[in-house]
């Protein structure tokens, strides 16, 4: 069966510092992956979305890399600080809106 | 432009009781998609409907079950409520649901059945 892992325990950095995320699946070939933020008792919130013939995608201080090989995802947040603290959750998708989450991962900020 | 409103924010029911949650999707979304989110599961696909049609179901029982209206708008009903089934439901929607397009979701319905 399909399985999103990623890391299950708090990732706790440095202002300042690059967080990375990782993101592994098996038993899938998706044709897009989507990255989200979640706060407390909120809905996830869209970050970036990179398709399976794409290796690299930027938006302002995030990153994200996308190995259909290794089925591997790398999201970056550079210079990060406190307010970037939250859940960050990677999906997986084919055709539709159908999207697979993995459990997320807590990231905490520390000033 | 408003967002993805779901209703109502909070609910509690007993076992066996069923319910109701509304989602009114950001104007101009016409696919409308339900998540169950759980701390043991996670993020869990329900349905997606578009055009007043679902056009994909996850792997849940056919107690819950969904419909959209003309306008966009989603309900989705779980009879019988049963323990495990208090979770926060959130809503999404999309222009078109065909995939690469990115999801906004609502704040979600926090339901508990006691």
């Known amino acids: 069966s399909q399985k999103i892992e990623q890391n299950s325990e708090a990732l706790n950095i440095q202002e300042g510092k690059t967080a990375t995320l990782t993101c592994n699946y098996t038993?899938?070939?998706?044709?897009?992956l989507q990255w989200y933020r979640q706060d407390p008792g909120r809905g996830p919130v869209f970050l970036l979305l990179i398709r399976e013939n794409e290796k690299e995608k930027r938006k302002e201080r995030l990153k994200v890399t996308f190995d259909t090989t290794l089925k591997q995802s790398l999201f970056h947040i550079t210079a990060s600080q406190p307010a970037d603290s939250a859940t960050y959750l990677c999906a997986l998708g084919n055709a539709g809106n159908m999207l697979t989450f993995g459990g997320g991962t807590r990231l905490m900020v520390k000033p | 432009k408003a967002g993805v409103t779901q209703t109502p924010r909070y609910l509690i029911k007993t076992r066996g009781q069923q319910v109701t949650l509304s989602c009114s999707p950001i104007s101009g979304h016409r696919s409308v998609s339900w998540y169950q989110q759980t701390p043991g599961q996670g993020l869990q696909f329900l349905f997606e409907?578009?055009?007043?049609?679902?056009?994909n179901k996850g792997n849940f029982p056919g107690r819950f079950s969904g419909r959209q209206f003309s306008n966009s708008r989603s309900e989705m009903n779980v009879s019988t409520l049963e323990l495990g089934d208090s979770a926060l439901y959130l809503c999404a929607s999309s222009l078109t649901g065909e995939g690469n397009e990115k999801l906004f979701f609502g704040s979600g319905t926090q339901l508990s059945v006691l």
């Open positions: 038993n899938y070939s998706p044709a897009y």
């Open positions: 409907y578009f055009s007043e049609t679902q056009r």
